[in-house]
């Protein structure tokens, strides 16, 4: 199906929007997303990811070139994904240099409360 006719499924808010453009469009996204992710459950759900944001992006969007509108809704969605899975944890590891810290404030588990040692 043509581009333009699946951009006037959006605008009628017909789902088949949706089935059109992953007909036309799978291989693709799916070849973008797993590209930059390297895992395909991943890739798989960005790519559902696109659909739902071009659904809620046409209309008012109208975009000339559906092929690149889609392109650059799941590259931006896998780019987001793959800075999430390889963000440091937070604390950047800092968090036993602090709890090492609070040993020496904190009493000992087996202490009894009001005893001093």
């Not at 929007?17 to 291989?27: D, G, L, P, V």
């Not at 390297?38 to 739902?52: F, R, S, V």
């Not at 209309?59 to 559906?66: A, C, G, S, T």
Request: contains cysteine; hydrophobic residues 35%.
């Amino acid at each position: 199906m043509e581009d333009q006719k699946i951009i006037a499924l959006y605008f009628q808010r017909a789902e088949t929007a949706i089935t059109e453009s992953k007909n036309k469009y799978s291989r693709l996204l799916l070849s973008i997303s797993y590209g930059i992710l390297k895992i395909m459950a991943d890739a798989e759900e960005c790519e559902n990811d696109t659909y739902l944001k071009t659904w809620n992006a046409i209309p008012p969007k109208q975009p000339e070139n559906l092929q690149a509108f889609l392109s650059k809704i799941v590259r931006n969605l896998s780019l987001d994904r793959y800075d999430s899975l390889h963000a440091e944890k937070r604390g950047g590891g800092e968090v036993p240099v602090v709890l090492e810290e609070l040993s020496e404030v904190l009493p000992d588990k087996g202490a009894i409360p009001g005893e001093s040692n």
